[in-house]
Nanobody
Framework: QVQLVESGGGLVQPGGSLRLSCAASGSIFKISSMAWYRQAPGNRRELVAS???????NYEDSVKGRFTISRDNAKNTVYLQMNSLKPEDTAVYYC????????????WGQGTQVTVSS
């Protein structure tokens, strides 16, 4: 059974940095895209950043220039480097792996809390 295990969340002051990691355990094949989503209280889950199998990246407008997504295919791991954090970045962050083999399957991490506050 595939599980995604996240780490790296926590409390940081405005302007600070955090690095989130998400690693897959179990057998997972042909990961097409990896992504990070976030959900703040009362809000819908939104896409923060994604990276394709070929390395193409996509970012939500409010994080462009501040966040960087990367992946290590050999380790089935995705990272999110978050710099210049703002209070509005406060949310639970979820990683997502998508595989496309005949059918599309989405795997989700359990979520990690990121709180930006002074």
């Amino acid at each position: 059974q595939v599980q995604l295990v996240e780490s790296g969340g926590g409390l940081v002051q405005p302007g600070g940095s955090l690095r989130l990691s998400c690693a897959a355990s179990g057998s997972i094949f042909k990961i097409s895209s990896m992504a990070w989503y976030r959900q703040a209280p009362g809000n819908r889950r939104e896409l923060v950043a994604s990276i394709s199998s070929g390395g193409s990246t996509n970012y939500e407008d409010s994080v462009k220039g501040r966040f960087t997504i990367s992946r290590d295919n050999a380790k089935n791991t995705v990272y999110l480097q978050m710099n210049s954090l703002k209070p509005e970045d406060t949310a639970v962050y979820y990683c997502n792996f998508r595989t496309v083999v005949v059918v599309t399957i989405d795997y989700w991490g359990q979520g990690t809390q990121v709180t930006v506050s002074s």
